[in-house]
Structure formats: C-alpha cells, structure tokens
C-alpha cells in the first residue's frame, strides 16, 4: 500500500526509442507532478496536474508529454528519446498546488 | 529563478549542529525543506508560509524570512539518521500556481 508507486524502477533503452512511466497515488490527492533529477543531482519540475488539468509545463521538449486518466494516475510519455534524457523521474502527489508532496520511489532512465 | 543553498556540504560528528541556507532573488510565497538520502526519493520535512513563521519537530527547525527572502534549516545535536542532501523548494508570490523550484541542495555527512 504504499503512497506513491512508480513502475518500472528502472529503464534500460536506446535512443530513438519510445517509453512510458507509469505513476499511481491512493492518498486521494487532487495534485500530481513529474520531476526530473539530473546526474547533479539538480530536481527540476517537469509538468504538474491538479484535477486532470495541466497547471505547469515547464520549457521541456515536447518529446515529452503527461497523461493523466484519472486524478489518481499520472503517466509520462517519452518519444524519441536522446542520450540527453537519462536521470531519474520522480512522481509525487499533494493534496492541493503547493502542498506537502510525497515522492515516488523514482525511475532511472538510461538511454544508450 | 533557482534558489541558492548554502553551504554545498558540510561534515559533521554526531551531536554537532548544522545551519543550512537558502535565499531567493524573488518575493516568496513559501518555502519548502526536503531530505534525501542516496538512491531514494525526496522526503518531505516542513513548509514555512509567509509571515516569518519558524517551524519544528525534534531536533530540526526552520525559520523563513520573507523581507529577506530567505530561509534557515537548522540540525541540532545531529544524528548519523540526518546525513543525506537537504533541498529547499520555494515558491513565488503567485502561490501553488508557479510550482515548486529546488536548490541544488546541501550535502550534509554526519560521521560518529
């Protein structure tokens, strides 16, 4: 049962490639977020929805896009991925924009 | 506009004390304190609003002065539990709205 879970832990690709990172909260919270940690270490907010509803798209390539089913699920998709693009993607949810958020257990990406 | 965090790191022996800063060049809604340890995701610690509150729980507190635009995490007595990179995440004046944007974080090595 835990709060946020992020699938797969980790994702071995090539370049070119097309990938998908799936993310579920049960804590019943109306905002969800992706965030993208670089090999600095530098977390840096991707997009963020609250209610279904894009609030933040940071300047990211639009190789990137989040699909949100349902206000519990919150899925990013990766196109043509570029050797640029490995890190780690966190998922987090709060109860409302601003709000404490709970983190995902991460996604290492590593695009060869 | 990235927060800056001082100091990048710091060691510390156990029972020390830890001062850790973060200032901003724009007006502040709040500020947000998170530690994460290796290989695993951020967690949260507190949020200070503004008003110049401080805030804490055990032997970690925070205070955020918002003429300033700066906030303090403050380790007291420090525990071997408390090593790990400490990121601020402040957001501007228009609230939940602009999201959240992290320092580079502190590394903080506390040794027995």
């Known amino acids: 049962d835990t709060a946020v879970s992020q699938t797969p832990k980790y994702l071995v690709t090539q370049m070119g490639n097309d990938k998908s990172i799936k993310c579920e909260q049960n804590?019943?919270?109306?905002?969800m977020y992706w965030y993208k940690q670089d090999s600095k270490k530098f977390l840096k907010i991707m997009f963020s929805?609250?209610?279904?509803?894009?609030?933040i798209n940071e300047t990211v390539p639009n190789r990137f896009s989040p699909k949100s089913p349902d206000k519990a699920h919150l899925n990013l998709h990766i196109n043509s991925l570029e050797l640029g693009d490995s890190a780690v993607y966190f998922c987090?949810?709060?109860?409302?924009?601003?709000?404490?958020?709970?983190f995902g257990q991460g996604t290492r990406l590593t695009v060869v | 506009q990235q927060p800056v965090q001082s100091p990048q790191a710091v060691i510390l022996r156990e029972g020390e004390d830890a001062v850790i800063n973060c200032s901003s060049s724009?007006?502040?809604?709040?500020v947000h304190w998170y530690r994460q340890k290796h290989g695993e995701a951020p967690v949260f610690l507190m949020i200070?609003?503004?008003?110049?509150e401080q805030k804490g729980h055990d032997k970690i507190s925070a205070s955020f002065n918002e003429k300033k635009q700066q906030s303090s995490l403050y380790l007291t007595a420090s525990q071997l539990s408390y090593s790990g990179t400490y990121f601020c995440?402040?957001?501007?004046?228009?609230?939940?709205?602009?999201?959240?944007?992290f320092g580079k974080g502190t590394h903080l090595i506390i040794q027995p």
């Open positions: 987090a949810s709060s109860q409302n924009l601003g709000g404490q958020a709970f």
């Open positions: 804590l019943g919270h109306d905002t």
């Open positions: 929805y609250n209610n279904k509803e894009l609030i």
């Open positions: 724009k007006a502040l809604y709040s």
């Open positions: 200070l609003l503004k008003g110049g």
């Open positions: 995440g402040t957001e501007g004046s228009g609230g939940g709205a602009d999201g959240l944007t």
